[in-house]
């Protein structure tokens, strides 16, 4: 299953998560520039948990790689696919959680998540000889956060079938509690092993709901509202899932469209995808310049089928959201 995107709103850009994800993709272009498959650079600044309990190998290391090694295992990746699959998933889930936290809190909370789980992982796993590296425990983290704060989001996702490509909104909390489940029963079975650091999954995800509790116990500062006012968003998502719904003796259908107030005063395309059982096709719709909240888009030919095989139409409402 690959998360395409979510239906929770965020009203604000995510600067933390993109820088997070910008600082990612420089370090893994120095990492293509020294090799991928550099043992002693993974060694030196990935997680190995024998570096904090075996003498023989802790004294090759200093106290400060002992430390900074906690921080650089999670801004280090092992390939292409691994890369990219942690910083999409942060894409998806990580501009809700900044949201919520502030974007000064969040990069606490992510850092103290990739922190956590690493911790997690070498206490459950004391004497690897094995680097840990990766964004995945960080991120797991984010996912626990967003499972306990919008557990009604629903999560639009892809799930080719042979080459066909199939669409379908799963609640936040089954796709992020099915994810869970697999990298626990992953970790039990494994021991630890097979390469992957599961049980690092594991605890950055707990470490997530934790400290979404903790923080409502802090005191506000007023700097999240601060810094709101230069990260409004000026786009609603490109790719929307309508919801339609009926009239009782009626072919047509009915359904919502989210756009800014910047698209509607320029104008905007959008690609929907509209359920239709098992088949879930997109379509193009184009928002004209100067459209106004609550106006109906007219898709001709996309309502119920009458039995005579003709279809009714479907109208969109154009729900303009406030981005200044």
């Known amino acids: 299953m690959i998360p395409i995107r979510d239906t929770q709103p965020s009203d604000s850009m995510p600067v933390v998560t993109y820088a997070i994800i910008g600082i990612n993709l420089l370090v893994f272009l120095f990492q293509l520039q020294i090799g991928l498959h550099n043992e002693v650079f993974f060694y030196s600044y990935g997680l190995v948990p024998a570096k904090f309990t075996v ?3 802790s004294r090759h290391f200093s106290a400060f790689n002992h430390l900074f090694s906690i921080l650089s295992y999670m801004f280090l990746h092992g390939g292409f696919l ?23 809190r969040f990069l606490g909370f992510y850092l103290l998540c990739g922190i956590t789980s690493g911790i997690f992982h070498l206490f459950l796993n004391p004497v690897s000889m094995v680097p ?24 639009l996702t892809l799930i080719p079938i042979i080459i066909i490509p199939w669409f ?11 994810w869970f489940l697999i990298q626990f029963f992953n970790a039990a079975g494994s021991g630890g092993g097979a390469g992957i650091a599961w049980w690092a999954h594991v605890g950055g995800f707990m470490a997530g709901i934790i400290f979404v509790k903790l923080n409502k116990k802090l005191p ?19 790719l929307q ?6 009239i009782r003796d009626s072919h047509d259908l009915y359904g919502e469209i989210d756009i800014t107030s910047i698209e509607a005063i320029a104008g905007t395309n959008k690609m929907v995808t509209i359920p239709w ?3 879930k096709p997109l379509y193009r719709v184009k928002i004209p310049s100067g459209v106004k909240h609550g106006t109906r888009l ?19 409402r154009v729900n303009v959201k406030n981005a200044f």
Request: aromatic share 14%.
């Open 55 to 57: 003498d023989e190998v």
């Open 82 to 104: 691994h890369f990219l699959g942690n910083m999409w998933f942060l894409y998806i889930f990580g501009d809700n959680i900044e949201e919520h936290f502030g974007s000064v």
């Open 132 to 155: 840990t590296i990766g964004a995945s425990g960080a991120i797991a983290g984010v996912m626990g956060a967003y499972f306990l704060l919008y557990p009604k989001s629903r999560i």
């Open 168 to 178: 379908v909104e799963i609640p936040a909390f089954i796709f992020l509690g099915f």
């Open 220 to 238: 506000k500062t007023g700097t999240s509202q601060k810094i709101t006012r230069f990260t409004a968003k000026k786009h609603s998502p490109r």
């Open 241 to 246: 899932m309508i919801v339609a719904s009926g």
């Open 277 to 279: 059982g098992f088949y």
């Open 298 to 316: 007219r898709l001709a030919g996309m309502g119920k089928a009458a039995s005579n095989g003709r279809k009714g139409d479907m109208y969109l």
